[in-house]
């Protein structure tokens, strides 16, 4: 909390000094002026009236030393002149010299509020917080409607976080002065605190001083909304995008308001609305961004991008739009017109991952994995952070191009570039079984274990490895049960969990396993095939040749089964 109302002064201080800075130049001016139409307010020694005149002269000319000079000639004849030392105090307070300032009016022997709100400023500008806030309160307590003592007292209030009092301050300073910013600096102040109720009072008080500013609708909605007044919060959205129908951000809001009820026929409305809006400033491409990814995560595809597009038209180098209409055209596996964007995206920001590893996608997925391999390995020349990605993705274009030894040097050089050790031994293990090189397999997952040792699917991964090769089945069953305890539900690791079963001669268990297996992966072949050898294993011959029967129609070419069958 501390922090919080730490950055919270910081802004009411500054907004104090403007407000109550400015107010005192001016103060001192118009009470200079008021002085020379005006006698002083008993007769004063003629000589310190001459000199004082003197120093109102000079003042206005600004000749500061040579009215300082004759204020304090003026004081010479008359010490304790109350009209001289308030000239001479504000006078030292407007040239920043404070304590010359509080020097000057401390000795006045009857002071008013006008002398104690001069008193607060100075002592406020030395630092002496104390003596500012009992200054500016004996200032209230001869004049409780002062702008600029309210506001300091309000101030106050809230470093020493006694927020009502504060908002109680600041809501006569507001009032006082018809300024719309206090009322909404109030509303800031009291959300800054989660008084959510209280902030949308205020901020409504700025409303009505203030309605030609759609960021004060907005902020409005947001307070209703987190005190839980939805349908208020949605009522403001309306009045607000009514009286300012070209604001991106009121149309966005009230999009984002409609998504979380569901409402997708408003929210294509609106989002039709943002998408014809004619300019589109710089701040406002980042709602443009922000609105593009809720459409497209409430599938709103086309309005999507629409809105896209319209930020590409306005900033044809926008990351954000290239990459979600780059992805949109993959999930419409148009990989052609998905080349286009990332290709774009590249040419825009060559240092980013995302359209280096999107654009080798597109080649993945054409078949074409030379050109992939090729794309990801120009990427590592030009991306300097974030190259996990890269690096993974070469690996797994190697992997599936049979080139498993090149795959380990990238994932080893990954390791040593500080990437995701983790995931980079999980895919060298993975890698290095497929090479059949099971010993460095095995010592790249205990490596991995010991890391981490609850890295489920590592565990799950040896754990099956160790039981199809029949070797150190007592951990091998202690690994999986481990990773089970992770994932439960997890079709594969039920798997494993049957087949080292199996592989320890405990059928009637592993059949159990097994045909949870069946229905957690959804009638994966090799899951099928399990359930046919554990079915045999029991004598349950019928059932064995079923489930054999029915993993080769998922997998016509698998010769194994076809062995089995043949039986």
Sequence with gaps: MRVRIHAIMIVCLGLAAMVVGCAAKNQSVDSLTAQLQQPPRKEMHPEAYHHFTNAVIYEQEGEYAGAIKEYE????YEPLSYDIRLSLGTLYLNLSRPALAIDALLPISVKDAAIYQLLGEAFRAQGQDTE???????????DSTNVNTNYQLGVYAVQANRIDEGAKYFRIAAQGSGNWELFAQIAEMYANFQQFDSAAVFIEHALRLNQADPSLYARHAVYLYSAGHKSESKEVLQRA?????NDARLLAQLIETYNAEENLDSVKVYADKMTNLGE?????LIVYERIGAVLLRARLREQAAGIFQKTLRFDPENRYALFYLGRMEIDSSRFDNAKGYFDRLIAADSTVPDGWTNLAYVYQQKKDLDKAEDI???AARHVITDRDNIQFFLAQILSQKQMSDSAIVVLKNAIADGGDTIRALFQVGAEYEKLKDIPKSVESFELLLSISPD????LNY???????RGERLPEALDMIERALRAEPENGAYLDSYAWVLYKMQRYQEALIQIQKAVIKTNNDPVVIEH???IQYALGNFENARDAWQTALAFDPQNKNLKEKLSR
Excluded at 241 to 245: G, L
């Design 462 to 468: 040896l754990g099956y490895m160790l039981a199809e």
């Design 531 to 533: 359930l046919g050898d």
């Design 241 to 245: 995008v009514a009286v300012h129908p």
């Design 132 to 142: 500012a806030e009992e200054s500016f309160r004996r200032a209230w307590s001869t």
């Design 376 to 378: 990801l390995e120009l």
């Design 280 to 284: 589109v400033s710089g701040t406002d």
């Design 73 to 76: 000639l003026a004081l010479s």
């Design 455 to 458: 890295h489920h699917p590592t």
